[in-house]
C-alpha cells in the first residue's frame, strides 16, 4: 500500500472514530444514570485515544 493511501485511510479511520465518539457522548447525555456516565467515560476515553494515536508521531 502506498504510503499516502495509508495516511489518507488513517486520517479517515481517526476522524470516524472521534465523530462516533461525540455522537455517543451526546447522546447519553439527556439520559440520568450510572450506565449513562459509563457510556459516556468510554467515549471520551476512545476520543483521548485517537488524540494520543495523533501525538504518538509528535514524540
Known amino acids: 500500500m502506498k504510503e499516502s493511501t495509508r495516511g489518507a485511510l488513517l486520517v479517515t479511520a481517526r476522524t470516524l472514530i472521534a465523530a462516533g ?3 455517543v457522548v451526546v447522546a447519553a447525555r439527556p439520559t440520568v444514570g450510572w450506565g ?14 485517537v488524540l494520543a494515536s495523533y501525538n504518538r508521531r509528535f514524540l
Open 36 to 49: 449513562a456516565l459509563a457510556i459516556m467515560l468510554a467515549a471520551l476515553a476512545g476520543l483521548l485515544a
Open 21 to 23: 465518539c461525540v455522537a
